[in-house]
């Protein structure tokens, strides 16, 4: 799968997930065969007035790449500005929020507010391509509601106004992330353009992305929540997520998060990652309460190191 210039080993793609797709787990799915990963989102803003919390958003290392950093905001010019900043980042690509539906990004009129206001939107595409010295992409969903269902109309937008690719979230804002992503709603972006479009929404495994990609005829899958505590979903040969899998990857979680970030500040989101390895087996509550209940990140590391014994793990 080739975006611009940039061509990927494979079409399954780290979706951008605020809070989580940090430099670390951004590592992992590399590690565990992610084509191409994805930044949280980062605030026009922030980058333009120099905010800290927002520069360190910007950690990226060799292994991150292909790496493509998101932005999001509604101010054509603030927009096009932090694009400037991005492009002097070791970084491929540039991604365009669209498709947001948080309430607070959405009342700001950015994310999935720009669906209503296309003309607004196709000025911020425009101003981001022109500053931009890298491939700038946009991530949609099927439209503000299912009344106006204007994916395949905004992506021919953004085709025309720059952008390399389309990712679609097959739901509208008014859905958030209830129900089931409509794929025929990705199909008709597909057939709309002719850029890559990636498919999005309900990936829980990698058949699932095969079979997106077999009945829209979408170029890639972008995958989020299904990645959250389960990043072997990048693996083709499907392994079984035993107790031994879900350890092992979760150790390897923490040893990149105490190489590349500081762990003496959010423990609470270290914590949230951690317990979402156990989600789904049994005696997963138990476990994630032990997590829970640690109080520093090595304790967090001696909590899950001793699980091979305490799990019967050999």
Not at 44 to 57: A, W
Not at 96 to 105: D, E, F, L, S, T
Not at 149 to 168: C, N, Q
Request: hydrophobic residues 40%.
């Amino acid at each position: 799968m080739k975006i611009g210039s940039v061509t990927l080993e494979n079409p399954f793609i780290l979706a951008p997930l605020a809070g989580y797709t940090d430099l670390p787990f951004r590592l992992l799915c590399r590690e565990y065969g992610a084509g191409l990963v994805y930044s949280e989102m980062i605030s026009c803003h922030g980058l333009v007035y120099r905010q800290p919390n927002t520069f360190k958003m910007l950690q990226t290392v060799e292994q991150d790449r292909p790496v493509s950093f998101q932005l999001f905001g509604s101010d054509p010019e603030i927009m096009a500005e932090a694009a400037t900043i991005l492009s002097e980042l070791p970084i491929d690509l540039i991604d365009i929020n669209m498709g947001c539906p948080v309430r607070k990004v959405t009342k700001k009129g950015a994310g999935s507010a720009l669906m209503k206001t296309p003309k607004l939107a196709e000025k911020i595409i425009r101003g981001v391509c022109k500053q931009a010295r890298i491939g700038v992409t946009v991530k949609i969903r099927s439209g503000w509601n299912h009344q106006s269902l204007t994916a395949p109309e905004f992506a021919r937008m953004a085709e025309d106004a720059g952008a390399s690719a389309i990712a679609v979230h097959g739901r509208t804002w008014s859905d958030g992330f209830s129900g089931s992503a409509d794929r025929r709603i990705i199909a008709a972006v597909k057939e709309a353009v002719s850029i890559p479009v990636i498919g999005n929404g309900d990936i829980l495994s990698y058949g699932d992305g095969l079979k997106m990609m077999e009945e829209t005829g979408c170029d890639g899958v972008m995958i989020g929540r299904g990645a959250m505590g389960r990043p072997w979903i990048f693996r083709p040969d499907q392994p079984e997520p035993d107790l031994t899998l879900r350890l092992t990857a979760l150790k390897r979680h923490l040893d990149l998060i105490a190489t590349h970030r500081s762990t003496e500040f959010g423990l609470a989101a270290i914590k949230n990652h951690a317990g979402r390895y156990f989600k789904g087996i049994p005696h997963g509550a138990a476990i994630r309460n032990q997590i829970y209940q640690t109080n520093s990140f090595p304790e967090l590391q001696r909590l899950v190191n001793s699980f091979n014994k305490t799990l019967h793990i050999t």
